[in-house]
């Protein structure tokens, strides 16, 4: 069964704080996401990776940065978090799109952060 | 910006079909239209996808007009268990990262 779990499901940080969001898939995808979900926005992409090492932005890259140092494993982080961090946090995985022809995204649980 | 637009709402009757409009006016030939679904507290799934013919997988069928201009996901039978926000989705089959840009949705309230 393919998996991608995130390290929680729920978060309370404080202002200022140093965040890390991590994301473990077992299906050794080349692409990786993180997301993030707000009531009325929907899910906006923050920054995706296609191969170790390597990172895009997304369309509100702005307060976040990532690292790949392994192919399984992508981490978001929130430099000093701020209260218009607090979100649902979500994170995927795929194939590239040549080598799956569904071109399907695979999706964690979500980690819902509160910054106060 | 999503490139789709679908109702904010619909219910549907357990045991009848559930069909989720999606209009993509402006969708381009290298395009295809995907829908993903998120039930409460989890995150989206994968339902199917297209490109100018019709689709059917377990889950549910694809109905795409032949201007490509809107489309129907269909689930045959709603349960209770369907009941999610529906996402319509254009994009490019090749894209970079396999990007996915989603819009609002439909919240499909299934009634018993």
């Known amino acids: 069964d393919v998996k991608v779990t995130q390290s929680s499901r729920y978060l309370v940080k404080r202002t200022g704080e140093k965040v890390f969001l991590e994301c473990v898939q077992d299906?050794?995808?080349?692409?990786m996401f993180w997301y993030r979900q707000d009531p009325g926005l929907g899910l906006r992409l923050i920054y995706f990776?296609?191969?170790?090492?390597?990172?895009e932005k997304g369309d509100i890259p702005e307060g976040y940065s990532v690292s790949r140092e392994k192919k399984e494993r992508f981490s978001l982080i929130l430099e000093s978090a701020s209260t218009n961090q607090t979100s649902m946090y979500l994170c995927a995985s795929s194939f590239p799109s040549g080598r799956d022809p569904y071109n399907e995204q695979f999706f964690g649980p979500g980690t819902r952060l509160t910054v106060l | 910006d999503a490139k789709t637009t679908q109702p904010t709402s619909m219910d549907c009757a357990e045991g009848r079909a559930a069909n989720l409009p999606c209009n993509h006016s402006?969708?381009?030939?290298?395009?295809?239209v995907y829908w993903y679904r998120q039930i409460h507290s989890q995150g989206p799934q994968y339902i199917i996808h297209g490109l100018k013919n019709n689709e059917t997988n377990e889950m549910a069928s694809l109905i795409i007009t032949e201007d490509r201009k809107s489309s129907t996901l269909i689930l045959p039978h709603a349960t209770l268990r369907d009941t999610a926000v529906y996402y319509c989705i254009v994009r490019p089959f090749y894209n970079q990262g396999g990007k996915l840009i989603f819009g609002q949705g439909t919240e499909l309230s299934v009634k018993p």
């Open positions: 402006t969708i381009s030939g290298n395009e295809y």
């Open positions: 299906m050794d995808h080349e692409n």
């Open positions: 990776s296609y191969d170790v090492k390597m990172k």
